[in-house]
């Protein structure tokens, strides 16, 4: 798929599946390293768990693997998401989304903060996620519903209501969706024997707070080795650094001191 088709479809429908972004070998390297991750939190005791502990998130994801890295920078990705974000788009999280067996299917949702924004919705992409397929997407483990379309609606899904046109993602492992934060979806129940899992990359524009403070979260020696378009995912070119506040700082306190000289100096 060229990237003028991808862009259509994901105009069109609010998400497009690209086939075999990742390689063989990346898929499963990704996968082998989430696991490992997701264990070491739970042995630690600081697992991020829901579905009553059948289900688990793995956050900072920059922090925790050079591949992680290598990943959030993929060209295909990115040039997507400017599309929906900008050129100066940033990074608002990195996790790994396991879905393990016997979890129910999540409700239909635009992605946070979108469903609290004053309506209709702006057809413009505030948020944008990618998902980086680690399993094949099955009838059975909980492949990830969407709603076509859905964002040019202007509102969100109710929750209690039943909707006709969701469809079940089709996806294998080492493909990659991208989809813009208002349309509307969901995982799927997983009712097989095994965990479903991906990566969840979620976007925003430069201006809009992200979901972690990858500014500060992120550790020093990887942003020393950071990649210009790194540096600027995690923030550096938006984010004023300590020399630009001292500057400031320095410059309203002369000017209440010669403010303070000049008060002293008429009286």
């Given at each position: ?79 997507l998401q400017q599309h929906l974000l900008g050129d100066d788009c940033v990074l608002s999280s990195f996790t790994v989304n ?45 492949a990830t519903l969407m709603v076509p379309g859905s964002y040019k609606r202007g509102y969100g899904p109710d929750p209690e ?80 650094q300590e020399s630009v506040l001292d500057w400031r700082k320095e410059k309203l306190e002369n000017k209440r001191k010669n ?9």
């Amino acid at each position: 798929m060229t990237k003028e088709e991808a862009v259509a479809e994901l105009d069109e429908h609010g998400f497009v599946v690209l086939k075999e972004a990742l390689t063989p070998d990346q898929a499963n390297a990704l996968r082998d390293r989430s696991v490992v991750l997701a264990a070491e939190e739970r042995a630690a005791g600081s697992e991020h768990v829901y579905h009553d502990g059948k289900s688990q998130r793995v956050w900072s994801l920059v922090n925790k693997g050079r591949i992680f890295e290598q990943m959030i920078q993929l060209p295909q990705v990115l040039e997507l998401q400017q599309h929906l974000l900008g050129d100066d788009c940033v990074l608002s999280s990195f996790t790994v989304n396991l879905i393990g067996p016997g979890s129910p299917a999540g409700n239909l949702h635009a992605d946070y903060p979108v469903a609290s924004f004053p309506k209709p919705l702006p057809l413009g992409a505030f948020y944008s996620n990618t998902i980086y397929v680690l399993d094949d997407f099955t009838q059975d483990n909980g492949a990830t519903l969407m709603v076509p379309g859905s964002y040019k609606r202007g509102y969100g899904p109710d929750p209690e209501k039943q909707y006709e046109d969701v469809v079940k993602i089709s996806a294998s492992k080492g493909d990659i969706v991208i989809f813009h934060g208002a349309t509307w979806h969901a995982s799927g129940a997983n009712n097989s024997e095994r965990e479903r899992m991906i990566l969840l990359g979620y976007f925003c524009r430069s201006f809009i707070k992200p979901q972690q403070d990858n500014f500060k979260l992120v550790s020093p020696e990887i942003v020393e080795r950071a990649t210009p378009i790194l540096k600027q995912l995690l923030g550096y070119n938006s984010m004023q650094q300590e020399s630009v506040l001292d500057w400031r700082k320095e410059k309203l306190e002369n000017k209440r001191k010669n403010l303070s000289e000049t008060m002293i100096e008429t009286n």
